[in-house]
């Protein structure tokens, strides 16, 4: 085992080790100033570019299907991989960690409940035990006599116990039955052997006796009656089903989650696909720039200019790379697709294209359709039950106890061999019986009054919190039928939007090449262009999400449910 010294010295050397990381050792080369990346840069824009052919329609077109478009090349070692949106929530249901952990729970409370619906189990029991003693003489009481003999009558003794050995066995049999009404039932046959003798072999003895035994135990008040008894049962069949719904709930936020991240991809996606054609149109524009300069038609400083733009083009196009990586990655941890380095090469291509329909939303119909199936209000039906249930439980506790005893019980003669022991004990010679009743009450009972109490209370609590959840579910599916309204109105105004910045960037364009506009307000309706598209994309996007929203909000999920939207 290593010593405080030792232990020492190990965290003296992990400081020192943490103290010596450089980032340096996590680059393939080594490290550049800002200044040799700024001349890097200056060199390449000396190089000659590639002609672009640049088409202005398929800017006006709208961004429906991302897997049809020209998407910006991936780096090197990326590859992408395209994917429904049934693949991806197959693959979260199959992969993903949370729900691997909240399936754990159905099974779990089975279990917890098939405990409960054990208590009433048979039981089957044998008690032996075997003995021997051998004490010595032992003085003992005086004792009178009283009998017809006139020689013993009146006459006082004292008795001693002699020095003798005893061994013997007692062993006994039955089986218990717990009865659904609180009581025990017991029937059981109790066998005993008892073997004495002392030095010289006079008087010995050797006898066996055995018996046949019914007994039943029931309480009165408390612990009496089924509803008391099979009450832990009904409560813990309550918590199986609240367990069973939770999981569904956990299942369906995840997949509603997987959902809002394929339409973030997809949104990233297009946004890519936007700032590479604005990079694109700002080198074009470049190049109609240096072309016309050395025409000596344009001044030189349309050159800087569009340099300018494309410098500002290149950066969103930056931002918009990494912003793609980041939600693929979040789409990933979903599905628990991030297990190695490798895995993170995949770029999750989106293919199921936006499902751009207007819906014209019934909201009392889907008020009513949520406050039956929403998960969340059912659970707290089934909390209400149980507390309930309690309550009729704690109630009874707070009764006395009180209950009767009976016992009866045909015992057999005393023999002296085993084989003997069993003949005569149903011929009803020798038996015993006896009843007897029990009373306890606590002087205060304030224990089990409290218990009450706090039971009540707390059902109290849960009818208030379940008032608040059922505005708050009337809430949340207004507020997501307004989102699914508003998202679809943002489309429309977009779409229009993109149409007049295609139109106002296509003149603006032909007013430079007549030499009445600089390429300041050229790139300025460039800009519009871009963020009009963008616009759209994120409209489109967000009506999906939407569309989400209010399939969750009524405990369900569009594409699983037959939840009818239309009015």
Request: charged share 25%; no cysteine.
């Amino acid at each position: 085992m290593p010593s405080i010294a030792d232990e020492t010295l190990v965290f003296d050397n992990l400081l020192k080790r943490d103290e010596s990381l450089q980032l340096e050792q996590y680059s393939d080369k080594p490290a550049k100033t800002l200044k040799q990346a700024i001349d890097e840069n200056k060199a390449l824009k000396h190089q000659a570019n590639p002609t672009l052919n640049i088409d202005i329609k398929k800017a006006l077109q709208p961004y429906d299907h991302p897997e049809d478009s020209n998407l910006l090349d991936l780096e090197s070692g990326d590859k992408a991989y395209q994917f429904t949106l049934t693949d991806l929530r197959v693959k979260a249901l199959k992969n993903n960690l949370n729900i691997q952990v909240v399936k754990v729970n159905p099974d779990i409370a089975s279990s917890e409940l098939k405990i409960e619906e054990a208590k009433f189990d048979q039981i089957f029991y044998v008690y032996a035990q075997y003995r021997e003693s051998d004490p010595p003489k032992l003085s003992s009481d005086y004792v009178g006599f009283k009998s017809t003999n006139p020689t013993l009558d009146k006459q006082t003794v004292k008795l001693d116990q002699l020095a003798q050995q005893s061994k013997g066995f007692d062993v006994e049999t039955g089986i218990k039955v717990p009865l659904r009404t609180g009581g025990t039932v017991t029937l059981s046959t109790p066998l005993m052997n008892k073997k004495t003798s002392r030095r010289g072999g006079q008087f010995d003895s050797k006898q066996y006796q055995s018996a046949l035994r019914f007994s039943i135990s029931q309480p009165l008040l408390r612990n009496a009656g089924r509803d008391v008894t099979e009450a832990s049962i009904r409560i813990a069949g309550y918590e199986q089903q609240a367990a069973t719904l939770n999981t569904r709930l956990q299942i369906i936020r995840i997949i509603a989650m997987v959902d809002k991240a394929y339409w973030k991809l997809y949104e990233r996606w297009g946004q890519l696909d936007v700032r590479r054609q604005q990079y694109e149109y700002a080198q074009q524009n470049l190049q109609m720039v240096k072309i016309r300069v050395a025409e000596g038609l344009t001044a030189r400083v349309e050159i800087s200019r569009s340099e300018i733009g494309v410098a500002d083009r290149l950066e969103a196009l930056i931002v918009a790379e990494t912003s793609l990586k980041l939600a693929n990655r979040q789409l990933q941890f979903l599905m628990n697709d991030i297990a190695d380095v490798t895995s993170l090469d995949a770029i999750y291509l989106p293919s199921t294209p936006p499902n751009l329909v207007k819906y014209d939303i019934n909201r009392q119909k889907l008020l009513k359709d949520a406050q039956e199936g929403r998960i969340e209000l059912l659970t707290q039906e089934l909390k209400l039950a149980a507390d309930l249930t309690k309550i009729d439980y704690l109630e009874n506790q707070t009764l006395p106890l009180f209950s009767i005893d009976y016992q009866y019980g045909t015992l057999s003669n005393t023999f002296n061999n085993l084989g003997d022991s069993y003949q005569h004990v149903l011929d009803g010679d020798f038996n015993d019986w006896s009843v007897g009743f029990k009373f306890e009450l606590p002087i205060s009972n304030e224990a089990n009054k409290a218990k009450l109490a706090r039971a009540v209370q707390q059902r109290g609590q849960r009818l208030t919190t379940k008032t608040l959840q059922t505005l708050t579910v009337k809430r949340e599916i207004y507020d997501a039928v307004d989102q699914v309204e508003q998202n679809w109105q943002r489309i429309l105004a977009a779409r229009q939007q993109v149409l007049i910045a295609g139109i106002n960037y296509e003149a603006e364009l032909k007013q430079f090449n007549e030499g009445l506009r600089t390429m300041t307000e050229v790139l300025e309706t460039l800009t519009r262009l871009g963020e009009a598209q963008i616009k759209e994309i994120k409209a489109i996007g967000d009506y999906q999400v939407a569309l989400v929203d209010t399939a969750y909000a009524t405990g369900t999920l569009l594409g699983y449910s037959k939840l009818n939207f239309i009015e």
